[in-house]
């Protein structure tokens, strides 16, 4: 079944010249996830008023023309984002029956554009994963081999947009959980700066590391997306004051004299060959368009690994103390007094990956132990914050991996969490120094499987690193998987 518009200019003109209605195009995208998700397995929940809503922004189309280009536009969401009155369940026996009252300020963005949102994605449990096997509601596959994982955490929201269930969908990125299921299901994702997006609504993981941001296909939607949701909000104070038109003005610029840097420690020993080859394919284009590339050092990189597992889990050992089965979500009914309560709630709510990461977080926060480690991380983290600012005096933006190999099978790494962490090895650099940061699909391997070019950029980039994305794009051309519609771009690495 072939979609209805491909990307959201294709989208606006569809709409716009009634070769399609909104309502159409909102039951062509639930056409494809009733066909698709029962294997695919992105969506936890979807939204009952959806088509309600198409056919209302149908009805008040036909009295006034549409404004915004996202104007009936469909948008899937990652299950950590509130929607008022749907789950947010966090892929989370502990939030399984929680319904918020009230939206997300991305969310009440993307419906004060005309939006209409799909339903809510699968992801790793409360966003602690690499690969979205940490669910509690069940995996989600790759599109592109369902023997292998989507990535994660954000597996639902990459793969719901890479078989077209969803042109566009939200996710959170951690550290790298938007980059890495975008390179692993071959589509683009966006990881802002901190403080360019609202975190208000998005459960809390890792407070100082979390950002939310756009899958897309192409970099001209997600430039679209990040207008829409970027902008000061008197509910998180985080955000910075900045004209989100900056990153269309910026996108308008000339990939020719960029100097982009080439991390040394992010083309190692460790990298696949299959994603070594494809990137170097991705450079000669980039290079071929004017761009010059330098060496560049970023010694404390190798660091980054430790650094965000004592910082997130210290931070989410603090954030998910809340779900004690007193307040809202799970409560166990095998306590006969409060701390059983607390026990037993927490033990039968949360998966293993969750309890690791608590576990290692309370250790690193307990008396004696906070300066040692904790404190430790954070001046290793600032160390890498000033690495990151010497190298940009020097170059424009950053080239590297998004990933050190392609999508892994499923159970490769799910018996070694440090195996596991190591797939993020190449964007955890970005959250620790709270930079922006995406993945655009480079040439897939011989064996035909996603490979992701990882731009980083200096705070407020986002624009530049949507230019050079679409010069990318451009070249490698707009690739779906077999399953879903026909590879469309050239011949593999």
């Known amino acids: 079944m072939t979609p209805l518009f491909d990307g959201i200019a294709s989208f606006a003109q569809g709409r716009d010249s009634r070769k399609f209605s909104i309502e159409e195009a909102v039951r062509s995208c639930l056409d494809r996830i009733e066909n698709l998700d029962p294997e695919l397995g992105a969506f936890l929940s979807l939204n009952p008023n959806a088509v309600n809503r198409a056919r209302q922004l149908d009805n008040r189309m036909a009295r006034n023309p549409a404004q915004s280009p996202f104007y009936g536009y469909p948008v899937a969401i990652k299950d950590n984002l509130h929607v008022a009155g749907m789950p947010t369940t966090c892929a989370s026996r502990m939030l399984a029956n929680y319904r918020p009252l009230e939206n997300a300020t991305v969310v009440d963005r993307l419906l004060k554009a005309g939006a209409v949102i799909l339903g809510k994605t699968n992801m790793d449990e409360?966003?602690?994963?690499?690969?979205?096997?940490?669910?509690?509601?069940?995996?989600?596959?790759?599109?592109?081999?369902?023997?292998?994982?989507?990535?994660?955490s954000s597996g639902g929201s990459a793969v719901a947009v890479a078989s077209d269930m969803a042109p566009m969908a939200l996710g959170s990125d951690t550290g790298g959980s938007i980059r890495q299921p975008a390179a692993f299901c071959g589509v683009l994702g966006l990881k802002p700066t901190?403080?360019?997006?609202?975190?208000?609504?998005?459960?809390?993981?890792?407070?100082?590391?979390?950002?939310?941001?756009?899958?897309?296909?192409?970099?001209?939607?997600?430039?679209?997306?990040?207008?829409?949701?970027?902008?000061?909000?008197?509910?998180?104070?985080?955000?910075?004051?900045?004209?989100?038109?900056?990153?269309?003005?910026?996108?308008?610029?000339?990939?020719?004299?960029?100097?982009?840097?080439?991390?040394?420690?992010?083309?190692?020993?460790?990298?696949?060959?299959?994603?070594?080859?494809?990137?170097?394919?991705?450079r000669e284009v980039l290079a071929?368009?004017?761009?010059?590339?330098?060496?560049?050092?970023?010694?404390?990189?190798?660091?980054?690994?430790?650094?965000?597992?004592?910082?997130?889990?210290?931070?989410?050992?603090?954030?998910?103390?809340?779900?004690?089965?007193?307040?809202?979500?799970?409560?166990?009914?095998?306590?006969?007094?409060?701390?059983?309560?607390?026990?037993?709630t927490r033990q039968e709510g949360f998966g293993p990956e969750v309890k690791r990461r608590i576990l290692l977080g309370t250790f690193a926060l307990s008396a004696g132990y906070q300066d040692?480690?904790?404190?430790?991380?954070?001046?290793?983290?600032?160390?890498?914050?000033?690495?990151?600012?010497?190298?940009?005096?020097?170059?424009?933006?950053?080239?590297?991996?998004?990933?050190?190999?392609?999508?892994?099978?499923?159970?490769?790494?799910?018996?070694?969490?440090?195996?596991?962490?190591?797939?993020?090895?190449?964007?955890?650099?970005?959250?620790?120094?709270?930079?922006?940061?995406?993945?655009?699909?480079?040439?897939?391997?011989?064996?035909?499987?996603?490979?992701?070019?990882?731009?980083?950029?200096?705070?407020?980039?986002?624009?530049?690193?949507?230019?050079?994305?679409?010069?990318?794009?451009?070249?490698?051309g707009v690739r779906r998987p077999p399953m879903t519609g026909e590879r469309q771009g050239g011949e593999a690495a």
Request: aromatic share 10%.
């Open 288 to 344: 071929a368009e004017g761009a010059e590339f330098r060496p560049v050092r970023l010694p404390s990189a190798q660091y980054g690994i430790n650094v965000y597992y004592l910082i997130a889990t210290s931070e989410a050992a603090s954030n998910l103390s809340r779900y004690d089965g007193v307040r809202y979500g799970y409560r166990s009914l095998k306590a006969s007094n409060i701390r059983d309560l607390y026990t037993h």
């Open 194 to 282: 901190y403080g360019r997006i609202s975190r208000y609504g998005l459960v809390a993981f890792s407070s100082s590391l979390d950002q939310i941001g756009p899958f897309a296909r192409r970099a001209q939607d997600a430039l679209e997306m990040m207008l829409v949701l970027s902008g000061p909000d008197g509910r998180d104070m985080t955000v910075a004051s900045r004209n989100p038109e900056e990153m269309r003005r910026d996108f308008a610029s000339e990939v020719r004299g960029m100097v982009i840097g080439m991390p040394e420690e992010f083309f190692s020993d460790g990298l696949d060959d299959g994603v070594r080859v494809s990137l170097e394919r991705a």
């Open 126 to 152: 409360f966003a602690m994963g690499s690969s979205t096997e940490n669910s509690a509601m069940g995996v989600t596959r790759n599109p592109w081999d369902t023997r292998r994982v989507p990535g994660g």
């Open 372 to 476: 040692q480690y904790y404190r430790k991380a954070q001046q290793v983290q600032s160390l890498i914050r000033e690495e990151f600012d010497r190298a940009f005096h020097e170059v424009d933006m950053l080239f590297a991996p998004t990933t050190p190999t392609p999508p892994f099978l499923f159970g490769e790494k799910s018996s070694d969490p440090l195996a596991m962490y190591l797939s993020d090895i190449y964007t955890i650099s970005a959250n620790l120094a709270g930079l922006p940061a995406l993945s655009v699909p480079s040439w897939p391997t011989a064996e035909g499987l996603p490979v992701g070019a990882q731009l980083i950029g200096p705070a407020w980039s986002e624009g530049r690193l949507l230019k050079v994305a679409s010069v990318l794009e451009e070249a490698v």
